[in-house]
């Protein structure tokens, strides 16, 4: 059964994601973070949860979106590196930690795990949905407010 976080919980998560970019990655990847989560929101409005996981792995390897969700989840110390490769790597293993928090999934960010999960349940996709796009917009705010444009 999928968890339905509510505003206050979702936005916990967010911060603690984008204030941990905004303290331990490099300018370039503060960057990349803030125009993918600026960038990819307005995407994950029009396409839907599964279009965007899907270009996110497409775009950043998965391999890549690992090292960022062990990074964030503690599991790594060294943060993702790459400027762009690295913004949506981050990007995309944040939603893994979202979708484990909603019990969805329990998975190591492999695409075909989240795939799985994704589509397994029917019923909960609009429930997922409307989690996914509230989530990305606590991301795009805190991502404004915390990490200042580089000139």
Do not use: H
Not at 73 to 85: Q, V
Not at 118 to 129: D, F, G, R, Y
Not at 135 to 140: S, V
């Amino acid at each position: 059964m999928v968890k339905i976080l509510t505003s206050t919980e979702l936005a916990k998560e967010a911060y603690k994601i984008i204030e941990k970019v905004s303290e331990e990655c490099s300018d370039d990847v503060k960057e990349s973070v803030r125009s993918r989560c600026r960038e990819l929101y307005s995407y994950l409005f029009k396409a839907g949860i599964l279009s965007t996981i899907s270009y996110i792995y497409a775009k950043a390897e998965e391999v890549l979106v690992k090292n960022a969700f062990r990074w964030l989840t503690g599991l790594s110390k060294m943060p993702p590196e790459g400027r762009e490769d690295a913004g949506y790597a981050i990007y995309g293993a944040s939603f893994c930690i979202l979708f484990e928090k909603i019990n969805l999934s329990k998975n190591d960010a492999s695409l075909g795990k989240l795939i799985e999960s994704l589509t397994s349940s029917p019923e909960n996709l609009m429930v997922i949905e409307d989690q996914a796009l509230r989530f990305a917009g606590w991301l795009k705010k805190f991502a404004e407010a915390l990490i200042t444009k580089v000139q």
